[in-house]
């Protein structure tokens, strides 16, 4: 299957702090869903991204599809203590409707 | 907000019984999915359902297993045989209203524990 690499693999920041994360593909990808998850919950939905260079936001998050189809990032900025969790990207490859997942990035904000 | 409920939240099953795994999709929604994760890794995707059929599914979702919409409202996943490995948290998620889109909205998974 497809491997989405996501960078770094934790992080710990301060409140207040800006967070950058990417996700990256060997393959190239038509869309890219980002998500967050909380301990033993479903992931939720932050951001989906649907063409190359899109700049999409949703509060203090703002997500890119990267111009080589192949990456994408998400940034949040001042960071808060309800934004501990795990963030995923998921791609979908240029064929078929299915969802690859990346390997998560743990956040860990420090009040 | 509509969202995406499952149950049971946690079923504890031996090896080698059949477990069935229930999901009540957003209502008019029209793709319904299957995932699962292994404690601490990644989601992966099982199977994808359109139209009262499987649209794709992954190397997963072997014989083993089986998805069904039995109502207008319920979409489940059958594993017919568990084993150890089957052990996982199993997400529903569905999306689409009127047309395809690709967000997907997640349920808040079964916690399935073979033993």
């Known amino acids: 299957g497809q491997q989405l690499n996501q960078s770094p693999q934790s992080m710990f920041i301060q409140e207040g702090e800006d967070v950058s994360m990417n996700c990256t593909s060997s393959s190239i990808f038509n869309t890219w869903l980002w998500y967050k998850q909380d301990p033993g919950e479903g992931p939720v939905l932050l951001i989906a991204l649907y063409k190359a260079g899109e700049l999409t936001s949703n509060g203090r998050l703002t997500a890119q599809f990267g111009i080589t189809r192949k990456d994408s990032f998400l940034n949040i900025s001042a960071s808060i203590p309800s934004d501990v969790g795990i963030y995923f990207c998921a791609g979908r490859p240029t064929t078929g409707n299915q969802f690859y997942f990346g390997t998560g990035t743990s956040l860990t904000v420090i009040p | ?115």
């Open chain 2, 1 to 115: 907000e509509p969202e995406v409920t499952q149950t049971p939240s946690h079923q504890v099953t031996q090896m080698g019984q059949e477990v069935i795994l229930r999901c009540v999709p957003i209502s008019n929604h029209l793709y319904f999915y299957w995932y699962r994760q292994i404690l601490g890794q990644k989601v992966e995707f099982l199977v994808s359902f359109y139209n009262n059929e499987i649209s794709e599914k992954s190397e997963i979702f072997d014989d083993q297993f089986s998805v069904e919409r039995p109502d207008g409202s319920n979409f489940t996943l059958k594993i017919r045989s568990t084993k150890l490995e089957d052990s996982a948290m199993y997400f529903c998620a569905s999306s689409g209203r009127t047309q395809i889109t690709y967000e997907q909205y997640f349920g808040p998974g079964t916690r399935l524990t073979v033993t």
